[in-house]
């Protein structure tokens, strides 16, 4: 079970060009955006640490998803 709502996936894959989408492509790519989200998230609080800050900024995320590129 994951966090994000299957139909929000659902919506994101239709607007990618997907005319139809199996619930197993929706529970795939919903584990993956999880992952994916999980990792930037770790990563991103490195770098709000880093900066001697608890919260965590949008720059922090950005920056994050930088390494991955």
Sequence with gaps: MTEIS???VER???KAGADRVSA???ETLAG???EY???LAKEAKKMADHAGRK???G???????E???
Excluded: H, S
């Excluded at 720059?59 to 998803?65: G, K, L, Q």
């Design 55 to 57: 919260t965590l900024r």
């Design 37 to 39: 989200g999980a990792l």
């Design 32 to 34: 993956l955006m999880e």
């Design 6 to 8: 299957q139909a929000a």
């Design 24 to 26: 197993d492509a929706t």
């Design 12 to 14: 994101i894959i239709k």
């Design 67 to 69: 390494m991955f590129k």
């Design 59 to 65: 720059t922090d995320v950005r920056m994050a998803a």
